[in-house]
């Protein structure tokens, strides 16, 4: 069925157009998958298929690692210039600027995501790449005091070497974004394996960092699943770093595999985050931050406030005009305007959703609202889910501990600011959280003593580019975005020299003969 959602419309114009000649970028060319695999890439919206692409195997890991490999040991990009570099990466941002409708209808389309939510991706990835721009030149490394006015020691920064780099589905050109902008400042070769359920907007970007300036070999992408992908990659005695964004079990799985090669690993994991509600709080801002953490993007977010906790006091209330509001919001296609909760990603991501909230039930939460799909016809087609919330949860239960990924929000009370801290830490993760209340100093006391990557106080979801993102516990190893974020690309290798050479005869008995 040709629908008006279909790729082909956007690849009629050559504004719009897709390079799809083959689907793997292998040293600089547009190449097919040596196996000659492929696979349909699905419209959650509607369960239509989109676009047939290639899917790499094994053997596309190894030429793709094979011409990082080179572009890393003998050609230009890890000894060029910083200042060519950052260059480089400064167009690649205005590249984005210009394509940004092009990639936010592409986006939405692969996703599910509204419109807004993936211009706002496209406007947040530009400016990643102009942050890292700008960080990549003007580092000289450091000089150190040796004791010795002899010595000129010098601690300097050069790339890690070839770099695999694995995205998930929910951001798939901001999560790839803050990996390869990074990379490519600090002079690495990188591999872009982006997850399969979602690939078509990396797509684009490789067509941007090559048409930036970006070398061949420099960039090599190649689709696949995870198994026949990415634990290649992961296993390469070729590649020295890989970075990973994705779910807690395959984030320990790169790890163990990793081991086997001392490779450097940075992991971006899940999160339960918590929500905390003081009853002192500016109530209507964060009944409407509780919403977006929530259900923003269908709640496929990893930072999404998925454990609410409140303040007994205000509990009933809250949550009462908390549903009343999730019942209004507007469940549709991304690509219509009026939608503000999209469909989810993929029928098997439903399914998984909807279990939980059969183990919701069966755990003893109560429902206060959704807990099905919409009943629209219009929407029968789509992966759609609606908003749904459950109170009367506690910490024993699995829907309380467990990422659901899925626009589902757990209830909880607690009366003391001990309580909150503690129940807000009561979590394996430990990725983001929030506190709500009108006391400043009761606000950064228990920011102090979360356990997670990022503390929001009186708000819900910002990051920055300049700012350190990533996981305490179960959420991940390493931080991305920040000057952190370009360190994780750098090693440090101290030179030491000798202005004054002289024997020191250590070993008396060798000294020549006089
Ligand atoms: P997955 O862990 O399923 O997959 C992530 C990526 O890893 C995909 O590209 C996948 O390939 C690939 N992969 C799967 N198995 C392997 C393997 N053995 N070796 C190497 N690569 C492999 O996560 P999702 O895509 O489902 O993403 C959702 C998860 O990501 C959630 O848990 C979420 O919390 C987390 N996330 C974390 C963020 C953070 O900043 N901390 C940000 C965004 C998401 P494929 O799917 O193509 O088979």
């Known amino acids: 069925m040709i629908t008006a959602e279909k790729l082909e419309i956007f690849m009629a114009t050559p504004d719009t157009a897709l390079h799809l000649d083959g689907a793997l970028y292998i040293d600089g060319h547009w190449v097919a998958a040596v196996a000659g695999d492929s696979r349909e890439v699905i419209n959650p919206a509607d369960g239509s298929a989109l676009q047939r692409i290639d899917e790499g195997s094994a053997a596309d890991v190894l030429a793709a690692v094979a011409a990082a490999r080179t572009a890393f040991d003998d050609g230009p990009w890890p000894r060029t210039p910083a200042t060519e570099r950052s260059a480089i990466l400064f167009r690649v941002a205005d590249l984005l600027d210009r394509n940004r409708s092009r990639i936010a209808t592409i986006d939405t389309?692969?996703?599910?995501?509204?419109?807004?939510?993936?211009?706002?991706?496209?406007?947040?990835?530009?400016?990643?790449?102009?942050?890292?721009?700008?960080?990549?030149?003007?580092?000289?490394?450091?000089?150190?005091?040796?004791?010795?006015?002899?010595?000129?020691?010098?601690?300097?920064y050069e790339p890690v070497g070839v770099c695999a780099l694995i995205g998930p589905w929910n951001y798939p050109l901001l999560q790839m974004s803050w990996k390869v902008a990074p990379a490519l400042a600090a002079g690495n070769t990188v591999i872009l394996k982006p997850s399969e359920v979602t690939p078509l907007s990396t797509l684009i970007l490789v067509e941007l960092l090559a048409e930036a300036g970006v070398p061949a070999g420099v960039v090599n992408l190649v689709l696949g699943s995870g198994a026949a992908v990415g634990a290649p990659l992961v296993e390469s005695p070729d590649v020295d770093l890989v970075s990973f964004t994705g779910g807690l079990a395959t984030g320990k799985a790169i790890m163990r595999s990793a081991a086997e090669t001392v490779k450097k690993v940075a992991l971006e994991l899940g999160g339960k985050n918590p929500n905390i509600v003081f009853a002192d709080?500016?109530?209507?801002?964060?009944?409407?931050?509780?919403l977006t953490g929530a259900f923003l993007h269908a709640g496929q977010v990893c930072s999404a406030g998925t454990r609410l906790l409140l303040e007994d006091s205000i509990h009933d209330e809250?949550?009462?005009?908390?549903?009343?509001?999730?019942?209004?919001i507007r469940i549709g296609r991304g690509s219509d305007e009026k939608t503000e909760m999209p469909p989810l990603v993929s029928a098997e991501h439903r399914a998984k959703v909807?279990?939980?909230?059969?183990?919701?039930?069966?755990?003893?939460?109560?429902?206060?609202?959704?807990?099905?799909?919409?009943?629209?016809?219009?929407?029968?087609?789509?992966?759609?889910?609606?908003?749904?919330?459950?109170?009367?949860?506690?910490?024993?239960?699995?829907?309380?501990?467990?990422?659901?990924?899925?626009?589902?929000v757990t209830v909880e009370r607690f009366e003391t600011e001990d309580e909150a801290v503690r129940l807000g830490n009561d979590t394996a993760y430990g990725l983001a959280g929030a506190v709500w209340t009108a006391d400043r100093a009761r606000a950064h006391r228990v920011a102090g003593r979360l356990r997670h990557g990022t503390v929001w106080i009186n708000d819900f979801g910002p990051y920055l580019p300049q700012a350190e993102w990533g996981g305490f516990k179960l959420s991940g190893s390493g931080r991305e975005l920040g000057p952190s974020g370009l360190a994780e690309y750098r090693e440090a290798k101290h030179v030491y020299e000798n202005t004054a050479p002289s024997a020191q005869y250590w070993f008396s008995g060798a000294k020549p003969k006089e």
């Open 318 to 328: 809250f949550v009462a005009e908390l549903a009343r509001r999730a019942e209004l």
């Open 354 to 408: 909807e279990g939980y909230v059969d183990l919701g039930r069966a755990e003893g939460a109560r429902l206060l609202c959704g807990g099905h799909r919409p009943r629209e016809a219009e929407l029968q087609e789509g992966f759609y889910y609606t908003p749904t919330i459950f109170v009367d949860c506690n910490r024993e239960m699995r829907i309380v501990q467990e990422e659901t990924f899925g626009p589902i």
């Open 109 to 156: 389309l692969d996703t599910g995501k509204t419109l807004v939510e993936s211009g706002v991706d496209v406007d947040d990835v530009a400016a990643v790449f102009r942050y890292y721009a700008a960080l990549a030149v003007g580092d000289p490394g450091r000089l150190v005091d040796a004791g010795d006015p002899a010595v000129v020691s010098r601690v300097v």
């Open 281 to 290: 709080a500016d109530l209507g801002a964060a009944l409407d931050a509780a």
